[in-house]
């Protein structure tokens, strides 16, 4: 099982988070666009664009942070985090 956990912040406070799960036998790497593209759904938002520093985060931590600098219209938080919490 796939889980990736979302949150947008504010001033340091979570104002809404969800946990999306893929079962399916994708590619870790398609698995997180799938559950990215769901939570932009849920949280009625763009996609956000992977920067180069967004994409070393990543693969470091197994998290990573949208800032403003991804968007390309105005977002109403400081940033929407995704982490990976469990991988088959």
């Known amino acids: 099982m796939f889980r ?3 949150r947008t912040f504010r001033d340091n406070h979570m104002l809404q988070d969800t946990c999306i799960e893929d079962n399916s036998s994708d590619t ?3 698995k997180v666009f799938n559950a990215l593209d769901e939570v932009c ?8 664009v ?7 985060e990543f693969k470091r931590h ?3 942070r949208f800032t403003q600098d991804n968007f390309i219209e105005t977002i109403d938080f400081d940033y929407l985090e995704i982490q990976v919490i469990e991988e088959d």
């Open 4 to 6: 990736l956990w979302a």
């Open 28 to 30: 870790r790497t398609h």
């Open 50 to 56: 992977w920067l180069n520093k967004t994409i070393s």
């Open 41 to 48: 759904y849920q949280f009625d938002l763009g996609k956000p």
């Open 62 to 64: 197994r998290k990573a």
